[in-house]
């Protein structure tokens, strides 16, 4: 959506003493602000006129603590998937990254970060893969490895999350973007329907998942879905050519047994 509306961000920045996030932007006029204060909390936000940026990261890059919207691979190199969100254990004093559940064949599989050397960052652990959640949890055995932000428009403090969608709070027409780790691309779009079904390749039914109008490539699975500072789900993945559909995070945290890490 951004970049439709010729919005080229120049930097991004917590302001912590006024609670706010500062969101510069190259070639500021009132449209552009408008369509940030609508995209974003216009409570929560404050929009300057800035300079372009100077890095340009990649969600390919080495992210230490680890965050949403980067690209993780399995220590083998053979699968690529994207991490949703971070998260704690509601039974126990394990973390977690979330991802998509079909990205786990094993439980111990080892998955990696950061190009190009992929360090070992998780475990495979359990994953839940039918109805209306397709989500794994993997084990981080780092727990300093844990932040709230995720990773959009080519920097690291595009937004970080402070909410975790309650059940049934989104509606269709809401704005939902993606941080999609293996295209490198941050979408925003327009929620369709809060109750796509359909079954998979291998005849697994899926229900009363979320659909929105973009589309994902291989290794976009697991991919934050988010709009402001609020999680809303994660990625599965393409339903039909220009659609892609996803797992509302409240039934991803009640299946998985998950809390997401917030920050404030």
Not at 227 to 247: C, E, I, Q, W
Request: proline residues 2%.
């Amino acid at each position: 959506m951004l970049e439709q509306n010729n919005i080229k961000l120049a930097e991004v920045s917590t302001n912590i003493i006024d609670q706010k996030v500062d969101v510069y932007v190259q070639d500021l006029d009132e449209s552009k602000k408008n369509i940030l204060n609508k995209l974003f909390n216009a409570d929560a936000i404050r929009v300057f006129k800035g300079k372009p940026m100077v890095d340009n990261l990649s969600s390919f890059d080495k992210f230490r603590p680890l965050q949403a919207g980067v690209e993780i691979r399995t220590t083998d190199l053979e699968y690529s998937c994207t991490i949703g969100f971070l998260a704690t254990d509601n039974n126990s004093s394990s973390t977690f990254l979330v991802t998509a559940g079909h990205c786990m064949h094993s439980t111990g599989e080892q998955w990696g970060q950061g190009s190009p050397m992929y360090e070992l960052v998780a475990t495979a652990t359990r994953k839940v893969y039918s109805g209306s959640v397709d989500a794994a949890a993997m084990k981080v055995a780092d727990i300093t490895n844990l932040s709230p932000k995720a990773f959009a428009y080519g920097t690291s403090a595009f937004t970080t999350f402070k909410y975790s969608q309650a059940a049934d709070a989104d509606t269709v027409g809401d704005t939902v973007c993606s941080s999609q780790g293996r295209a490198n691309i941050t979408q925003c779009g327009i929620l369709q329907t809060k109750s796509f079904s359909g079954k998979t390749e291998d005849g697994v039914a899926f229900s009363n998942l979320r659909k929105v109008n973009f589309k994902s490539i291989s290794g976009d699975s697991g991919s934050p879905m988010w709009a402001g500072f609020t999680l809303m789900g994660v990625l599965k993945g393409n339903a039909g050519d220009d659609y892609v559909v996803y797992s509302h995070i409240a039934n991803v945290n009640r299946l998985l047994s998950v809390t997401p890490v917030l920050g404030y």
